[in-house]
């Protein structure tokens, strides 16, 4: 069966730190990735998408990037920190091919990131 | 652009009742509607997909309704639970990838 990882679940990072957040799905070939952002009370934000190795797309410039090095590993990363950067990241993945629609995502156990 | 618009204000219903979450797209019709369950702290669950050809589709104890022409999805819950309660989005597929709405947190109170 499929399963996503995501790590770590909880971080707190100073102001201007780097940042490296890891999504790994095991079970599945040439999955379509995503991360997104949710604030608090607030609805999910797509930050970044990919339907394969390399292969990135952007949906809110800022200052994070996404690198997709394996077909099943999705990193997101920062060079430096902001306060805004506070929130709950989450990565899920869905069926590939490069369909990304009518299927259902799923997703990881999120990350907590606050910036102090 | 597309936006999807969910109720912000939290629905409390009895236990036994039906649950009634209403779903708004703005602009363009989409091919397919999903629902999730999201508990606090803890990523979506998906749980139904309805296409825009379809008026009706159903899960167990859920309902989702598709109304091209109202703009709207209804997401039912019957004989709810307490177990039920959490947030409930509506995702719109878009262009690439998923655009979620905001959710409508459901509490069913025993």
């Known amino acids: 069966s499929q399963t996503i990882h995501q790590w770590p679940a909880t971080l707190v990072q100073p102001v201007g730190s780097p940042l490296s957040l890891e999504c790994t799905v095991e079970g599945t070939s040439n999955p379509n990735l995503y991360w997104y952002r949710q604030a608090a009370g607030r609805g999910l934000q797509l930050l970044f998408y990919s339907v394969g190795i390399g292969q990135i797309s952007s949906e809110v410039p800022q200052n994070l990037s996404a690198s997709r090095p394996q077909d099943r590993q999705f990193i997101l990363s920062s060079k430096k920190l902001l306060l805004s950067d506070s929130g709950f990241y989450l990565c899920?993945?869905?069926?590939?091919?490069?369909?990304?629609?009518?299927?259902?995502?799923?997703f990881g156990s999120g990350t907590r990131l606050t910036v102090v | 652009s597309q936006k999807i618009e969910q109720n912000s204000e939290a629905l409390n219903i009895q236990e036994g009742k039906t649950a009634t979450l209403t779903c708004n797209y703005t602009n363009y019709s989409p091919a397919y509607l999903q629902w999730y369950r999201q508990d606090p702290g803890r990523g979506p669950v998906f749980l139904l997909l309805?296409?825009?050809?379809?008026k009706e589709k159903r899960k167990e104890r859920l309902k989702v309704t598709f109304d091209t022409t109202l703009k709207q999805s209804l997401f039912h819950i019957t004989a709810s639970q307490p177990a039920d309660s959490a947030t409930y989005l509506c995702?719109?597929?878009?262009?690439?990838?998923?655009?979620f709405g905001s959710g409508t947190r459901l509490q069913v109170q025993p």
């Open positions: 995702a719109d597929t878009g262009r690439r990838a998923l655009t």
């Open positions: 309805i296409r825009e050809n379809e």
């Open positions: 899920a993945w869905s069926v590939g091919q490069g369909q990304t629609r009518g299927n259902g995502y799923t």
